[in-house]
C-alpha cells in the first residue's frame, strides 16, 4: 500500500486515528502523511500561530514516522482535495464531534469527507491497542462491499473475518403465517432467505480466490440496529462497508447505513467508495 493519508484536527479522537494510522503504515510498509487544516477565516496571526502549533504537535506525535502538512482553507474541502490530488490508497481521521442540529444540516466534517473521498475511509473509534482481530463485513452483494472486505484483509492480516448481510421480513410478515412471537415458519424463512445466502456463497467464493477467506451469515432486522447488535456480540473490531447512495455535495444524499454508522460508531470503520484502486 503507497500511502495513507491521516487527518487530524489536534483532538483526542484524532489521536486515536494518529495511533492507529502509525500502526498500519508500519505493519503495511506504507508512508504516512499526517494533514491539518487551519481554517482561513481566521485572523491571519491567529491562523499563523495555530499552523505553527499543530505542526509541532503533530510532529512530536508522529516521532519521525509520518510526514506532517499543515495547510490553510476550508476543513473537509482541504482534505478531500488533498487525498484526490495524493492519490492515496487510504484516509485515515478520528470519530467526530457532534454538533446537533449543525451536522444535520450542514453536515459534519467527518460525514463530508466520507462521502466525497475517492479513497476508501477508516474512521477510528478508539486508540488502538492491539492490530484489529475480528472483522465484520457488511454487504448488499454490491462490488464495492467486495472492495472493502478485500481493503479490510489488508488493514487486519491474520483476523477473523465474517460476510454478512441484513434483512427484514418482506411486509412485515404479513400474507406468512406467524405465531404469537411474530416469528414465520421455517419453510417461509427458508424461502425467503435461500438466495440471498446463494449470493453470499458467491461472493465469499470470490473472496477466496482472492485468499480471503470468510465465513457467512444473515443477520434480521433493520441494517445498522442489526450490525450494532453483531458488532457488540461478536466483539468486533473492525467493520467494513461499501458507500453507497447518491455522490455529491449534498451530506445527507449518503447511503443511509453509512451515515447511521458514522452517526453511532460501535468500532472502527471501513468505508469504500468502489471503484479502487484507480486504474488511471
Known amino acids: 500500500m503507497p500511502g495513507i493519508l491521516m487527518a487530524s484536527d ?3 479522537r484524532s489521536g486515536h486515528a494518529l495511533a492507529r494510522a502509525l500502526q498500519l503504515a508500519t505493519a503495511l510498509g506504507a508512508e504516512l502523511e499526517i494533514l491539518h487544516v487551519v481554517d482561513d477565516s481566521l485572523p491571519s496571526r491567529i491562523a499563523e500561530e495555530t499552523a505553527q502549533t499543530a505542526h509541532e504537535i503533530l510532529t512530536r506525535g508522529a516521532a519521525g514516522a509520518g510526514r506532517v502538512e499543515v495547510v490553510f482553507g476550508h476543513p473537509w474541502r ?3 482535495d488533498r487525498i484526490s490530488r495524493g492519490r492515496f490508497d487510504l484516509a485515515v481521521t478520528g470519530a467526530h464531534r457532534d454538533r446537533g442540529l449543525v451536522d444535520l444540516f450542514r453536515g459534519s466534517v467527518l460525514h463530508r469527507c466520507v462521502q ?3 479513497a476508501p475511509v477508516l474512521v477510528v473509534s478508539d486508540r488502538p491497542t492491539a492490530p484489529y482481530g475480528k472483522v465484520l463485513i457488511a ?3 454490491a462490488a464495492r462491499d467486495a472492495d472493502a472486505a478485500r481493503l479490510a484483509a489488508k488493514l487486519a492480516e491474520g483476523a477473523s473475518m465474517r460476510l454478512v448481510h441484513a434483512y427484514r421480513v418482506p411486509f412485515g410478515g404479513l400474507g406468512y403465517r ?3 412471537t411474530g416469528d414465520i415458519t421455517k419453510r417461509d424463512r427458508d424461502e425467503i432467505e435461500e438466495p440471498m445466502l446463494f449470493q453470499l456463497q458467491q461472493m465469499q467464493r470470490r473472496l477466496s480466490q482472492d485468499g480471503i477467506e470468510a465465513e457467512i451469515g444473515l443477520l434480521e432486522g433493520r441494517p445498522t440496529p442489526a450490525l450494532l447488535d453483531a458488532v457488540a456480540q461478536e466483539g468486533i473490531d473492525l467493520l467494513a462497508i461499501g458507500r453507497h447512495g447518491a455522490e455529491g455535495h449534498v451530506p445527507m444524499t449518503m447511503g443511509r447505513v453509512a ?4 452517526a453511532h460508531l460501535p468500532c472502527d470503520l471501513l468505508v469504500h467508495p468502489g471503484r479502487f484502486p484507480r486504474e488511471d
Open 178 to 180: 406467524m405465531d404469537e
Open 78 to 80: 482541504r482534505v478531500v
Open 10 to 12: 489536534l483532538s483526542e
Open 259 to 262: 451515515s447511521e454508522l458514522l
Open 139 to 141: 454487504t448488499s452483494f
Open 116 to 118: 466525497m473521498s475517492d
